[in-house]
């Protein structure tokens, strides 16, 4: 059997929610409802869970996680998702370069470089890009601003919520782009991609 990279389990009145995601491979989790994505969704960012849920990421339920080991733990996920949307009164720059800028690491150089490529890779001009505010981008461009800066903390989980959403059918072309430019950084990665629709 695989190691798993998640293991989570929710069950309400409603609905059970059973998830197991093998480490390194790519899954596609379709779940009932907005109310169930945004609580697995929040549970793996935050690798922490409700009473009604249980969760397990790289094998260590978070139950028993103490703040350290948490900040471990959650330090190892990343995410395109509204739940971590970009700050308004920051330029796309601001938002991508944050987590370094508060951590000390990697080196803003380093994000730069990090960002350009990503950023060629969409065909986005980066000096552009970072000059402007989230309102001024549109909602691909506000999903690869969150995809890079997610990215500078090479995540060994990297989740897409709902990544097509709002997407126009020309922009949803891209979204293979996304997968492509996280495994070309972290080859052995997990990635997980959330929705509340069966694919079409």
């Known amino acids: 059997m695989s190691e798993l990279a998640i293991r989570y389990r929710r069950k309400t009145a409603r609905h059970e929610i059973d998830v197991s995601v093998a480490k390194g491979g790519v899954t596609r989790l379709h779940v009932p409802d907005e109310e169930a994505k945004a ?9 922490r869970c409700e009473p009604s849920e249980e969760l397990e990421l790289f094998g260590e339920p978070a139950s028993a996680l103490g703040a350290a080991e948490r900040a471990r ?17 920051l330029n796309a720059w601001e938002n991508i370069s944050l987590p370094a800028a508060y951590h000390g690491r990697p080196t803003l150089e380093q994000v730069a470089e990090l960002a350009r490529e990503v950023l060629g890779a ?5 000096a552009l890009f970072f000059a402007r505010l989230p309102e001024e981008l549109g909602v691909l461009e ?16 990297m989740i897409f919520d709902a ?5 126009s059918v020309a922009e949803c072309r891209h979204a293979a782009r996304f997968e492509a430019e ?7 990665g997990t990635l997980v991609y959330v929705d509340t629709r069966e694919e079409a």
């Open 39 to 47: 609580r697995l969704v929040t549970a793996m960012l935050k690798a």
């Open 73 to 89: 733990v959650r330090a190892k996920v990343g995410a395109v998702s509204p739940i971590v949307g970009l700050m308004a009164n």
């Open 122 to 126: 969409f065909g986005a001009d980066a």
């Open 142 to 157: 506000r999903k690869i601003a969150s995809f890079v800066r997610g990215l500078v903390a090479a995540p060994q989980i």
């Open 163 to 167: 990544l097509e959403e709002g997407l």
């Open 182 to 188: 996280y495994r070309a950084r972290t080859p052995h």
